[in-house]
């Protein structure tokens, strides 16, 4: 096992992992907003900024099953987390003095890498927490949400009082953070050293794509792709395309705050709500209001619209990610759950918004707010896809 540091018994175990999840997303919330009008602010057109992101998502794709599996063979999360989360903190700041396209796709992809296992490895590792003490794993993935509406408020307040040029410390900041909460995680249980043993080796030993053929998991990763694909437009565009229409970095900001903000309400009032839904239902919903968020976003920009239509992220997000994790938690792969989580995201969302980033920025290009449109087939395709998954299928 690992003898990466760590602190005494102190805090409770799952305040810790709360924390942790928090530093993460408090990174997600500046980046995802504020990243890409950063990125056009620096004089790079709509189809760059694509290229740019896209990049940082394929990067992402491969950094981080093959790190979750590291983590899997040392049997200590930690030993991947705390230099991730250093390295991205310190790659942050390089976005400033890149000049060109070359430059900042550098720095994208050193950025990348860095934070690919943060979120994943960080999620299975809370999870389990959660599942080993019998609590619901909503309100302590919900501290990550929370933390995401105060990255996405304070970054827009921030843009608009002094430019952009805050997102890179911002994102130093929050990633310095996470390094110090994953120091703060207590020793994983006894017997985690065995998991150095698990799996075979090669190319598909390294990325643990042998899980693949797990009885529902394959089908679990193509739904995930499609639903949370279908967020690239949103993702990628939103803030550019509400500043056109002529909303300001502030109220975009709020804008990402409410949709997250929806997000932790059914975290945290997930199992009264949605106790008795199953993964298969809580797909379906998910696609649903997809369908219903970008054909209505596709055609309007009008605030009155945009405020209900952000909410629906809790459906979006909220309900397909709460499920997929729900689905996990119930069936984790022995001695693999960093790899599965890890994989996981790698194919289910991070490689899906990578492709679909990709097209996203080609159609922004030519029919702006029809990118969204494009988004809502996506989701129509994963209701078939949801209606017959079965865990052992």
């Given at each position: 096992m690992t003898t990466s540091p760590s602190v005494p018994e102190t805090a409770p175990p799952l305040a810790r992992f709360a924390l942790l999840l928090a530093a993460c997303f408090l990174g997600v919330g500046v980046s995802m907003p504020f990243l890409p009008p950063f990125l056009a602010g620096r004089?790079?057109?709509?189809?760059?900024?694509?290229?740019?992101?896209?990049?940082?998502?394929?990067?992402?794709?491969?950094?981080?099953?093959?790190?979750?599996?590291?983590?899997?063979?040392?049997?200590?999360g930690r030993a991947v987390l705390i230099p991730c989360a250093a390295l991205a903190a310190l790659a942050a700041p390089l976005f400033l003095p890149a000049e060109g396209f070359w430059a900042?796709?550098?720095?994208?992809?050193?950025?990348?890498?860095?934070?690919?296992?943060?979120?994943p490895v960080g999620e299975a590792m809370a999870l389990a927490a959660t599942r080993r003490a019998g609590v619901d794993y909503g309100p302590v993935r919900a501290a990550g949400s929370a933390a995401f509406i105060l990255g996405a408020a304070g970054a827009g307040g921030m843009a608009a009082w002094g430019g952009y040029a805050a997102v890179p410390w911002l994102l130093a900041g929050s990633y310095a953070a996470a390094a110090l909460a994953a120091w703060l995680l207590p020793r994983p249980p006894a017997g985690g050293q065995a998991l150095r043993r698990a799996g075979g080796g090669g190319l598909r030993g390294a990325f643990a794509l042998h899980l693949l053929?797990?009885?529902?998991?394959?089908?679990?990763?193509?739904?995930?792709?499609?639903?949370?694909?279908?967020?690239?437009?949103?993702?990628?565009?939103?803030?550019?395309h509400w500043a056109r229409a002529g909303h300001s970095a502030e109220t975009i900001g709020l804008l990402w705050a409410e949709g997250v903000m929806a997000e932790v309400l059914l975290f945290l009032w997930a199992r009264p709500l949605l106790g008795r839904v199953s993964p298969r239902g809580l797909m379906l919903l998910a696609a649903g209001a997809g369908m219903l968020r970008w054909v209505a976003m596709g055609i309007t920009t009008e605030l009155w619209a945009l405020?209900?239509?952000?909410?629906?992220?809790?459906?979006?997000?909220?309900?397909?990610?709460?499920?997929?994790?729900?689905?996990?938690?119930?069936?984790?792969?022995?001695?693999?759950?960093?790899?599965?989580q890890s994989l996981h995201a790698a194919l289910g969302t991070t490689g899906a918004q990578a492709v679909a980033m990709l097209a996203t920025g080609w159609l922004y290009a030519r029919v702006e707010g029809g990118a969204f449109l494009a988004m809502a087939l996506l989701c129509a395709l994963a209701v078939p896809v949801a209606w017959g998954w079965r865990a052992g299928r």
């Open positions: 004089g790079l057109g709509a189809e760059a900024v694509a290229q740019i992101l896209f990049a940082g998502s394929l990067i992402r794709f491969f950094v981080s099953p093959a790190l979750g599996r590291l983590a899997d063979r040392i049997g200590d900042v796709l550098g720095v994208q992809l050193l950025f990348a890498a860095a934070m690919a296992p943060l979120s053929r797990r009885p529902g998991f394959g089908r679990l990763v193509a739904i995930s792709a499609l639903v949370q694909g279908s967020h690239a437009a949103c993702y990628g565009f939103s803030s550019i405020v209900p239509l952000q909410a629906l992220h809790a459906l979006t997000f909220g309900a397909q990610y709460m499920g997929a994790m729900r689905w996990l938690s119930a069936n984790p792969p022995p001695g693999e759950a960093l790899a599965a």
